[in-house]
């Protein structure tokens, strides 16, 4: 009777474990779909939302560093043809971003538009020095009226020149090469980003992700256009993906990210780095692919990219984008800071670059549940073209085309304390302890399964050898 009850005992135990090891299997699709179905609905764009009330607040914390690149020997690349030579200056530090979006408006295609002021606030704690010190740099009015006249008119641009006593570089206060100044060659208010404050970037309408998910953030129109007018082609004209603050949640590192960004006047594609700690919260890094401004040669998707051929070497020269088509013809070229990934030539030409990767490469970190971005380093340069003329005196001596590096950038945020542990608390937390339920009750009703199994098949064994 013993034995009975001992083999009885130890089935049920066996049938115990199984119901637990099962129960435990069960809890992960039941408990992923908990988790799929909260997260997909705190993600919707609506108000009411987690992702509402991160897309109605103003940006926290974000910053721009400004470097800018000292010319040394200005008076000898005039007279001489002399390679420029630069040092960094920087960082100078403002305060971006501080505004909440404006007029929000939600439509029936299930997308919401809104405007994005713009501000600036010097940050003086985080700058090297004050906003009045001085820079040698181009003279933005000589290098952009040279690329818009053409040369047969290249003798009125020398009697401007002369009559308001201008050269080809300037010393300017940072302030003033950031947020303007009254040129005295072209009696006009010039800048490399005026004007800025006061005004806005947009009209943005973007997918709201109620009926559809996948198109969460993704950007539907710009300025009241689903496609730009700067590139003459449909390719490089597509705007594709969001504005890279977010991206549709559960994230799949083998696919790239998508994201516009008007500072380029394009759209781009990063690529999953690695897996980073962020506070305690897993992120996974996505950076700018290498290819992203390489040469048509490189990169076939970039020949509609090109759009001067004599300037950029037969469309050979990497590491450059020409946006004139979007800055009025301006000549303005964005790249890497210190030209990096560009052609050789585009250092060779200015003495004192020396691109880092770490330093001066694009990344976003972004939380793979959710899609939110919880850290980045936007980081471009801003560079203006030059060239020979046998008319234009402070342009005699110049041998060749130069891409010359005016200022780099770095627009940077990162989630502050309070938001991680807020993050941790409803998420990670909730995550990681559904996790140890079902590891613990799979494992348990394994080891209970087993050893009631082991310990059955042991008893009977004895009990036929007593037979």
């Not at 641009?157 to 090469?177: A, D, G, M, W, Y």
């Not at 700067?230 to 549709?248: H, L």
């Not at 490189?298 to 990219?305: G, K, L, S, Y």
Request: proline fraction near 5%; aromatic fraction near 12%; charge should be neutral.
């Amino acid at each position: 009777m013993d034995c009975c009850n001992m083999r009885c005992g130890l089935i049920a135990g066996a049938v115990f474990g199984a119901v637990v090891a099962i129960l435990g299997g069960v809890l992960i699709p039941v408990g992923n779909s908990i988790i799929k179905g909260t997260v997909e609905k705190e993600a919707v764009i609506e108000p009411g939302t987690t992702a509402y009330d991160n897309f109605v607040a103003a940006g926290a914390g974000v910053y721009r560093q400004f470097w800018f690149f000292d010319v040394q020997n200005a008076q000898e690349v005039v007279q001489n043809g002399t390679t420029p030579v630069v040092v960094e200056k920087g960082p100078y530090t403002y305060k971006t971003r501080y505004f909440p979006k404006d007029n929000i408006t939600f439509n029936t295609n299930d997308t919401v538009s809104f405007l994005l002021p713009v501000g600036a606030i010097f940050e003086p704690s985080m700058s090297v020095g004050p906003e009045e010190d001085k820079v040698t740099s181009l003279n933005l009015a000589v290098a952009a009226v040279y690329s818009l006249v053409p040369k047969v008119l290249h003798a009125v641009l020398e009697n401007l020149i002369k009559t308001s006593n201008s050269s080809l570089f300037q010393h300017r206060t940072v302030k003033e090469l950031l947020w303007g100044y009254d040129d005295p060659m072209l009696k006009a208010k010039l800048g490399l980003f005026y004007p800025y404050n006061g005004t806005y970037e947009g009209v943005f309408n973007v997918y709201t992700g109620k009926e559809d998910m996948s198109k969460v953030g993704i950007i539907d129109r710009w300025r009241g256009e689903r496609s730009l007018r700067f590139w003459d082609d449909p390719y490089c004209d597509m705007i594709n993906g969001t504005d890279a603050s977010s991206f549709a949640p559960f994230v799949d590192k083998s696919t790239p990210l998508y994201f516009f960004s008007a500072d380029i006047c394009r759209s781009v594609s990063a690529g999953f780095e690695e897996s980073k700690d962020l506070k305690g919260i897993e992120v996974y890094r996505y950076t700018l692919q290498e290819n992203t401004l390489a040469s048509p040669t490189i990169n076939p998707d970039n020949r509609c990219f090109c759009r001067d051929p004599t300037t950029t070497k037969n469309c050979s020269l990497a590491g450059v984008l020409d946006i004139s088509s979007c800055q009025n013809g301006r000549p303005i070229f964005i790249s890497l800071p210190h030209f990096l990934y560009g052609s050789p030539s585009l250092q060779d030409g200015v003495k004192g670059l020396n691109p880092i990767r770490d330093q001066h490469y694009t990344f976003l970190d972004v939380e793979p549940t959710t899609g939110f971005t919880l850290r980045f380093a936007k980081r471009i340069q801003v560079n203006m073209m030059y060239g020979p003329s046998n008319v234009i005196t402070v342009l005699k001596k110049v041998k060749d085309y130069t891409i010359f590096p005016l200022v780099w950038m770095n627009e940077t945020a990162a989630l502050d304390d309070a938001t991680a542990d807020r993050i941790k608390e409803e998420l990670v937390s909730r995550i990681q302890m559904l996790e140890i339920v079902w590891k613990t009750l799979l494992a348990s009703g394994v080891a209970i399964f087993g050893v009631c199994s082991i310990s059955y098949c042991m008893t009977r064994r004895s009990q036929s050898k007593l037979v």
